[in-house]
């Protein structure tokens, strides 16, 4: 499983979490709200460093990843993280691994 941001992406964690290098930004399982993978559950985000990496891609020195205890939430897909233009907010979409 991996973590794919586009550059939009990227762009908007530096832009609206004021992400910098050396920063990690955490995807979670929540409770709450539903995916197209879980009823009952959503992804959220984060700035935190980690307990256990799960996985984990860098860009442009900021660490982006999952920790073990969320892993199951992915059902093995790949995490594809893009931004709606029109709302100027993330959009996720899961591809199976």
């Known amino acids: 499983m ?14 609206e979490m004021e992400a910098e290098a050396g920063d990690y930004i955490k995807f ?13 559950f959503s992804l959220g985000i984060m700035k935190e460093h980690p307990d256990e990496l799960a996985v984990e891609t860098e860009l442009a020195g900021v660490h982006f990843y999952i920790e073990r205890r969320d892993y199951w939430f992915f059902d093995e897909h790949d995490l594809h993280v893009n931004v709606d233009p029109k709302l100027n907010e993330l959009v996720y979409t899961y591809e199976k691994a």
């Open 28 to 40: 979670f399982a929540r409770y709450g709200g539903s995916s197209p993978l879980h009823d009952g």
């Open 2 to 15: 991996k973590i794919v941001l586009s550059d939009d992406a990227l762009k908007w964690f530096y832009e």
